[in-house]
């Protein structure tokens, strides 16, 4: 195995450190660890949601959602006068 590729060890991971430090400042390292801690989070989250449809997908067919009630259509309006006589005449 070539010994340049591989993971970094002890002093390494102190330059790459210092290096983090240097490029994003002290102040803003909290909120990067934070930020990369959400976006792992979400991603474990989805990644088990996927895993769980996948689980559910030959158990058994989904239930189809509730119709709503059909309604009746509402009863003819009552003709006003004017109406009724031009039909009578």
Not at 5 to 13: H, K, L, S, V
């Amino acid at each position: 195995m070539n010994p340049l590729i591989g993971m970094p060890q002890g002093a390494e991971w102190l330059v790459i450190l210092a290096i983090v430090v240097l490029v994003f400042g002290a102040a803003k390292l909290p909120d990067l660890a934070r930020g990369t801690g959400q976006a792992l989070r979400i991603f474990k989250a989805e990644t088990k949601g996927l895993k769980d449809d996948d689980d559910t997908d030959g158990a058994e067919p989904p239930v189809p959602p509730a119709l709503p009630p059909v309604q009746e259509a509402p009863p003819a309006a009552p003709q006003s006068s004017e109406q009724a006589d031009k039909a009578n005449g």
